[in-house]
Nanobody, 121 residues
Framework: QVQVVESGGGLVQAGASLRLSCAAS????????MGWYRQAPGKQRELVAG???????NYADSVKGRFTISRDNAKNTVNLEMNSLKPEDTAVYYC???????????????WGQGTQVTVSS
């Protein structure tokens, strides 16, 4: 199995910064991609930023220029630096690892439990 654990959420004022961290562990053969998603109350979960094992990155338009995703392949970790936060960034942020384990060649998405980010105006 694979465990994904996020940390770093909190309550901040608009304009502030936060750093989210995520670590994947377990019987991991390979992590193909990692990403951050968020879900606000009453809304669908959406991609915030994703990064492949080769370093290709994509961002949601709403966070481009403000958020930066980075990854340490050796440690199976991914971080999200969030700057110039806005109230509309308020959501539960989830980390996802697209991984292959030693037990199967299938790629499976593993999700963390989520961390709350609240931005006050």
């Amino acid at each position: 199995q694979v465990q994904v654990v996020e940390s770093g959420g909190g309550l901040v004022q608009a304009g502030a910064s936060l750093r989210l961290s995520c670590a994947a562990s377990g019987n991991i053969f390979r992590i193909n991609a990692m990403g951050w998603y968020r879900q606000a109350p009453g809304k669908q979960r959406e991609l915030v930023a994703g990064i492949t094992s080769g370093g290709s990155i994509n961002y949601a338009d709403s966070v481009k220029g403000r958020f930066t995703i980075s990854r340490d392949n050796a440690k199976n970790t991914v971080n999200l630096e969030m700057n110039s936060l806005k109230p509309e960034d308020t959501a539960v942020y989830y980390c996802k690892a697209d991984a292959t384990t030693y037990y199967t060649s299938r790629r499976i998405d593993y999700w963390g439990q989520g961390t709350q980010v609240t931005v006050s105006s």
